[in-house]
């Protein structure tokens, strides 16, 4: 059922962001009296799922979830039709229109990818406001056990204040920030100092597989006591919060883990928060350190709140509030995937090797229905869409962009035969770029 759920989400997400992409370049190219001879959602290799024809456009549905495309009458593109572009130029053509036109009927598609992206941000902005946890009311630092953020100087504790000169306002910022950022100012003990991030850290974090490298500290709270568990008889139970073992505070799960190592072996007096109440009871640690129960960190920022660990702030926005708040989410969306785009691009970085294809997209959605969660990562797929095919590489709008400024600039408009052979290079670089991401996910199933 899970599998089922997160497919939905998938390929609803995928087919609105292809349909209103193509729909870009469809009315424009309609607008300009431009032939338009078939519009398809994902692509109809050899066969078609459904297809009808309207007026002088194929309206279908292809069988290989790829993606999709209109095909403009008079343009080189994908579906290389050397027979049509050998004829003389019809008026009702792609070729034949003036180049600004051409221009517009090609940033069309981006356009709406970015603009979709804006009215998803201001949506959600409006519906569900912005909950989040500031910065400022992380008391006791952060939990960070990744074994290559600890080598680079980041230890638990450590409270993150900005990236590069950036401040920090939101804890949701600070993963992606480090992991792109070369300067990280930290307080530690009352201290303030910087950490210089090495080049290479995005790389090293994939390499160790350590994704999830710095997290919130949360508290230790008891989901079972099994049978087999030398405390069955010592009254702990699920719900039971764990803050101290003899005069050991454990207020978090580092620490715990901290108390269980010096103790081991050993008889203890552990201090139980339980509905509110707080009281001793007796435990016992085996030679190996362990408790023998079953335990949890994540908890809801309700629950987190009801504990007196986090003060979590909600934000509503008015219906006109909205529009400036989702047009900044999606400007620093934008602003950020460009930077990984740039980090991809810059093989000592590393983040090359964390470059994903359909699977890594697919993982992205969670096995249970949420709306909220559906539009949010549809809003940054279409940023992320819009931006790729921002790419000046042949056979992407990008590379089409490139080709109309450089005739609307030099007054010369590159030959057909140049066009054919400038698709076909870009055509292998994305066949390229898309067998190296899904080759990628697929070495990550097997070896991960």
């Given amino acids: 059922m899970e599998f089922v759920i997160k497919i939905s989400q998938f390929l609803l997400s995928l087919s609105l962001l292809i349909v209103l992409h193509e729909l870009g370049h469809f009315i424009p190219a309609k607008a300009f009296k431009t032939r338009v001879e078939k519009f398809y959602l994902f692509f109809d290799v050899k066969f078609s799922l459904f297809k009808k024809k309207i007026g002088e456009t194929v309206y279908g549905i292809g069988w290989l979830p790829l993606g ?39 940033l069309g598609g981006v356009t709406v990818n970015f603009l979709l992206a804006i009215l998803i941000y201001v949506g959600m902005s409006y519906f569900y406001g912005d909950r989040f946890l500031p910065n400022e009311n992380i008391k006791d630092g952060l939990l960070i056990e990744s074994t290559v953020a600890n080598k680079a100087g980041l230890l638990t504790g450590d409270k993150i204040l900005a990236v590069d000169g950036d401040e920090i306002e939101n804890f949701s910022e600070i993963p992606e920030k480090v992991l792109f950022g070369s300067e990280v100012t930290i307080e530690r003990n009352g201290n303030q100092s910087t950490v210089k991030m090495p080049e ?29 568990s030398s405390n069955v008889n010592s009254g702990i139970k699920k719900g039971d919060i764990v803050l101290a073992l003899n005069d050991y505070s454990t207020k978090y799960i580092d620490e715990v883990k901290l108390g ?23 435990l016992s640690i085996s030679g190996e350190g362990k408790l023998g129960l079953v335990y949890a960190g994540g908890s809801t920022p309700e629950t987190l709140e009801a504990l007196g660990y986090y003060d979590f702030d909600t934000k509503k926005y008015g219906f006109f509030e909205s529009f400036p708040v989702g047009l ?58 819009g931006v790729i095919n921002l790419l000046p590489i042949p056979a992407l709008d990008g590379g089409h962009v490139m080709f109309l400024l450089y005739e609307m600039v030099s ?38």
């Fill in 328 to 385: 900044k989410k999606a400007k620093d969306k934008m602003a950020s995937y460009w930077d990984q785009l740039g980090a991809i691009f810059t093989p000592s970085t590393g983040a090359y090797k964390g470059v994903g294809g359909f699977k890594a997209i697919f993982d992205i959605f969670p096995n249970t229905w949420s709306w909220q969660a559906f539009w949010g990562i549809t809003a940054f797929l279409s940023i992320m869409l």
């Fill in 260 to 282: 269980l190592e010096k103790f081991k072996g050993q008889d203890v007096t552990a201090k139980i928060q339980r509905d509110g109440n707080v009281f001793s009871l007796p």
């Fill in 68 to 106: 999709g495309y209109v095909k403009i009458a008079g343009m080189i593109d994908e579906s290389m039709d050397t027979e049509q572009m050998a004829q003389e130029p019809q008026p009702w053509e792609f070729r034949s229109k003036p180049a600004w036109q051409r221009l517009i009927i090609m």
């Fill in 411 to 448: 007054g010369r408009k590159p030959g057909d035969k140049f066009m054919e052979y400038a698709q076909m290079v870009g055509f292998f670089i994305l066949i390229a770029l898309v067998l190296f991401a899904n080759g990628n996910d697929i070495y990550k199933a097997i070896f991960d």
């Fill in 200 to 228: 290479d850290f995005l790389s090293q974090i994939i390499d160790a597989k350590e994704k999830a490298f710095i997290n919130l500290r949360m508290p230790f709270v008891v989901v079972q006591v099994p049978d087999t």
